[in-house]
């Protein structure tokens, strides 16, 4: 397993053979996932996300063009990487995983692009929306993963912990939020299950991926009640409201500008 030094000396690398093979250009790069979240396990991947951009008469063709690029997985690594097309419909949406991306603490591509992006995450963001996806993430790894289980993962814990947590701060904070299962913990975990989440947490980024262990009931009870209870929220929420496609658009029109400037 390579070093994340290494990683970010061989990403680089591989998003300059992307552009070349592929016509495009990078605008974002960053790791996401369990490395991102900060609780990676010993053989964990690398997950590397791109944004990038097309020539302008790409958009323009009768054909359509696939707006996801994605390389082989390997045991190292997983590359993938979304245009900015379809990153900006899906902030429409107020996707998450776009401000997971941009609050990444590990970035493979230096720019100003995420400044510029900025006030766009600011004005798209959408509680019920945001709230949805995590609650969502939350129910589907409790009841796939943990639910009726003899034996569990140490890592699938987290995987519902995390977007219950997410949704106590979204729906304390109303912002989207920290991307760091750390800063999460600080903010919304109770006092009293700060010490059984510390020994998961040593044991995931001790132990292998396949590692199982018994089930933690007092984590258990305390996912079941978050759900019942942040259903019962979403439940009497008013429905998502589309915003207007204006901003996203004059977006899209000013980065093509910029890139055909820069070339």
Same mark, same amino acid.
């Given at each position: 397993?390579?070093?994340? !030094?290494?990683?970010?000396?061989?990403?680089?690398?591989?998003?300059? $053979? &992307? !552009?070349?093979?592929?016509?495009?250009?990078?605008?974002?790069?960053? !790791?996401?996932?369990?490395?991102?979240? +900060?609780?990676?396990?010993?053989?964990? @991947?690398?997950?590397?996300?791109?944004?990038? &951009?097309?020539?302008?008469?790409?958009?323009?063709?009768?054909?359509?063009?696939?707006?996801?690029?994605?390389?082989?997985?390997?045991?190292?690594? @997983?590359?993938?990487?979304?245009?900015?097309?379809?990153?900006?419909?899906?902030?429409?949406?107020?996707?998450?995983?776009?401000?997971?991306?941009?609050?990444?603490?590990?970035?493979?591509?230096?720019?100003?692009?995420?400044?510029?992006?900025?006030?766009?995450?600011?004005?798209?963001?959408?509680?019920?929306?945001?709230?949805?996806?995590?609650?969502?993430?939350?129910?589907?790894?409790?009841?796939?993963?943990?639910?009726?289980?003899?034996?569990?993962?140490?890592?699938?814990?987290?995987? =519902?912990?995390?977007?219950?947590?997410?949704?106590?701060?979204?729906?304390?904070?109303?912002?989207?939020? /920290?991307?760091?299962? =750390? @800063?999460?913990?600080?903010?919304?975990?109770?006092?009293?299950?700060?010490?059984?989440?510390? !020994?998961?947490?040593?044991?995931?980024?001790?132990?292998?991926?396949?590692?199982?262990?018994? /089930?933690?009931?007092?984590?258990? +009870?305390?996912?079941?009640?978050?759900? $019942?209870?942040? +259903?019962?929220?979403?439940?009497?929420?008013?429905?998502?409201? /589309?915003?207007?496609?204006?901003?996203?658009?004059?977006?899209?029109?000013?980065?093509?500008?910029?890139?055909?400037?820069?070339?």
């Amino acid at each position: 397993m390579m070093t994340q !030094e290494e990683m970010n000396l061989l990403v680089p690398q591989k998003l300059r $053979e &992307i !552009e070349k093979s592929h016509g495009v250009k990078t605008l974002y790069s960053a !790791e996401s996932g369990s490395r991102a979240w +900060g609780f990676a396990s010993p053989d964990s @991947d690398f997950d590397v996300r791109f944004i990038y &951009i097309r020539p302008r008469n790409d958009y323009l063709r009768l054909n359509e063009i696939r707006d996801v690029i994605e390389m082989p997985i390997d045991d190292t690594w @997983d590359v993938s990487g979304w245009d900015l097309q379809k990153t900006l419909r899906l902030l429409w949406k107020a996707n998450p995983t776009i401000y997971e991306w941009m609050q990444s603490q590990i970035r493979y591509v230096a720019s100003d692009f995420e400044k510029r992006f900025a006030p766009l995450l600011r004005e798209y963001f959408c509680q019920k929306s945001m709230m949805y996806h995590y609650y969502h993430m939350a129910g589907n790894n409790i009841r796939t993963f943990l639910k009726g289980k003899e034996s569990v993962k140490p890592k699938k814990y987290f995987y =519902a912990l995390r977007p219950i947590l997410a949704c106590l701060w979204i729906l304390e904070n109303n912002s989207a939020p /920290p991307i760091l299962y =750390a @800063d999460l913990v600080e903010a919304q975990l109770p006092a009293e299950l700060r010490s059984v989440n510390q !020994e998961l947490l040593e044991m995931k980024v001790s132990l292998p991926e396949g590692a199982e262990i018994q /089930p933690v009931k007092v984590i258990d +009870g305390f996912l079941d009640s978050q759900i $019942e209870q942040l +259903g019962e929220y979403l439940r009497q929420l008013p429905d998502f409201k /589309p915003k207007s496609w204006d901003a996203l658009n004059q977006f899209f029109l000013s980065e093509l500008d910029r890139m055909e400037q820069a070339t």
